[in-house]
């Protein structure tokens, strides 16, 4: 876990399956991702299963964000490498 005087990133956890849901299918907060269509509870949670099984890696990392005061994630952030020196989130 990193954390700053004012957040922490962690991995992400099967537990923010219901946050993670709700902000997948809110359209305000997938409007600039490759998201078009609903996701259903069921593949969101395969999605959660299966990258918290894989861990985060240096080509690609998947965090929660959470404020130092709560408990619970407020966002995620993935970073993918795409090349030698680049980076996109």
């Known amino acids: 876990m990193l954390a700053g005087k004012l957040v ?14 709700t902000w997948v299918n809110d359209r305000e907060v997938t409007q600039y991702l490759m998201l078009r269509y609903p996701m259903s509870r069921a593949q969101e949670e395969k ?9 985060n890696s240096f080509g690609d990392v998947r965090l929660a964000i959470e404020a130092c005061t709560s408990a619970c994630a407020v966002c995620t952030v993935r970073g993918q490498r795409t090349a030698a020196r680049s980076w996109v989130s």
Not at 8 to 21: G, H, I, K, V
Request: hydrophobic share 30%; glycine share 8%.
């Open 8 to 21: 922490r990133l962690r991995a992400l956890e099967p537990a923010d399956l219901e946050r993670a849901y």
């Open 47 to 55: 999605y959660l299963t299966e990258t918290s099984g894989q861990g």
